[in-house]
């Protein structure tokens, strides 16, 4: 156990749907970065989050947004789901903002159909 | 523009034998670099990193890397490998202001007996 925590494990949802990713941090942690893992694109970095304020953007979709709760806690929402959206999504979190590397979640792993 | 090059997409080697990954970057600053090794269904977990000093680093379970700043490279090793090790392993750079990481597309490695 990583101490990073990602809810659901599991998703599976319809074309045009919207659903919500949950991330809780390492205790201690400031820092949650929102990864997109797929076979094509590899790791693509979505977004940071550096105690709730939105530090860096990276290829993010505008039907994608996330936010970090005065618990630190993050959420990343996808709306407009297409086929193409479907990848395992990381959360990874640090204490700093990152020079030192992160530690990442198990994933959630998005079906779309 | 900062990118990661993972030239060997996979690698096959026998157990107990030797093991190099490749791994070049590109990066504006002093780099930050990482190792991160990904199990089936699991997520990415630190391998090692280097920020400066010593330009061989040690990390756990028996890898080591080293940091080659002329060769803009920064190589995985391992002396002899263990069928556990057949995972996948990513390389990463870091090192600006916003801390995010950017990953190679990884080395997929299988150990056969």
């Known amino acids: 156990d990583s101490g990073v925590t990602q809810t659901p494990k599991h998703l599976i949802t319809a074309t045009g749907q919207r659903v919500t990713l949950r991330c809780s941090p390492r205790?201690?942690?400031?820092?949650v970065y929102w990864y997109q893992q797929s076979l094509d694109q590899g790791l693509q970095f979505l977004i940071q989050y550096y105690n709730g304020e939105e530090r860096a953007k990276g290829n993010i979709l505008e039907r994608f947004s996330a936010q970090q709760f005065p618990d630190l806690h993050s959420e990343l929402n996808l709306s407009s789901l297409e086929l193409g959206d479907s990848a395992l999504y990381f959360c990874a979190s640090s204490v700093d903002r990152g020079h030192y590397g992160y530690t990442f979640g198990s994933g959630t792993r998005l079906t779309v159909v | 523009a900062q990118s990661v090059t993972q030239p060997d997409i996979h690698i096959t080697v026998s157990e107990g034998a030797s093991l190099e990954l490749r791994c070049n970057y590109s990066?504006?600053?002093?780099?930050?670099l990482f190792w991160y090794v990904q199990s089936p269904g699991q997520g990415l977990q630190l391998l090692l990193k280097y920020f400066s000093g010593d330009t061989l680093v040690q990390g756990i379970k028996g890898f080591e890397a080293e940091f080659k700043r002329s060769q803009s490279s920064f190589n995985l090793r391992k002396p002899s490998v263990h069928w556990s090790d057949a995972a996948e392993y990513f390389c990463?750079?870091?090192?600006?202001?916003?801390?995010?990481?950017?990953f190679g597309k990884g080395t997929k490695l299988s150990v056969k007996p």
């Open positions: 990066y504006g600053a002093t780099p930050y």
């Open positions: 205790s201690g942690d400031l820092s």
């Open positions: 990463a750079v870091g090192g600006g202001s916003q801390g995010n990481l950017i």
